[in-house]
């Protein structure tokens, strides 16, 4: 039993697995790999609604108003600006915080990852690169899905994860893509 657990929670998968996978016709693969990449991103940057957002900044837009004033008051040369603020203002900052919040992460469900050995290069390569532009700072989702799609040879992948060992914000992720660049190299019987 703890042998397939720790398999689903490797986002690589195995290679029975990729096998199977490869079963499939092309057009299968594609269609399963896009929609499980897309599942687990969506679940991942989920946030919060619109509605429940206003909700949220209605119930404490006054409150946080008051204080607003209140530091104008006592500290009128670090918070000259907030004399002016009105009620509306505040009501869209709290909206605009809550709607940058995340409501949950799909690291949990990384394994669900491994099924996506047959996307294809252009879409996983188009939904990391959004995703690491926009949430830059979910490092654990990104090595996942970088991981997942290491088991292609696809040379759009292979790119990314060369531009990536050589180039990113996060040193664990250019350390991880150095990693899946030189076992991409190993298992097609290059040197590096």
């Not at 996983?124 to 979910?138: E, F, G, I, P, W």
């Not at 040379?155 to 990314?160: A, F, R, S, V």
Request: with cysteine; net charge positive; proline share 2%.
């Amino acid at each position: 039993m703890d042998y397939s657990r720790r398999q689903i929670k490797n986002a690589r998968g195995n290679a029975l697995l990729q096998r199977y996978i490869s079963l499939l016709c092309v057009d299968s693969q594609h269609k399963l790999s896009s929609f499980i990449l897309h599942t687990f991103v969506a679940q991942d940057i989920k946030g919060p609604t619109l509605e429940e957002a206003m909700a949220e900044a209605q119930q404490n837009a006054p409150s946080r108003l008051t204080q607003y004033k209140d530091w104008a008051k006592r500290y009128p040369e670090y918070y000259a600006k907030y004399e002016t603020y009105t009620l509306e203002q505040v009501v869209e900052e709290i909206k605009n915080e809550v709607l940058r919040r995340y409501l949950g992460s799909a690291i949990s469900d990384k394994g669900m990852l491994a099924l996506i050995c047959g996307i294809e290069g252009h879409i996983a390569v188009s939904v990391l690169r959004n995703y690491m532009r926009d949430h830059y700072q979910r490092r654990a989702q990104i090595e996942a899905m970088i991981d997942a799609v290491a088991s292609s040879n696809d040379p759009i992948i292979i790119q990314l994860l060369l531009s990536l060992s050589r180039r990113y914000r996060t040193a664990s992720v250019q350390e991880k893509a150095r990693n899946l660049v030189t076992q991409i190299a190993e298992r097609n019987g290059l040197e590096c």
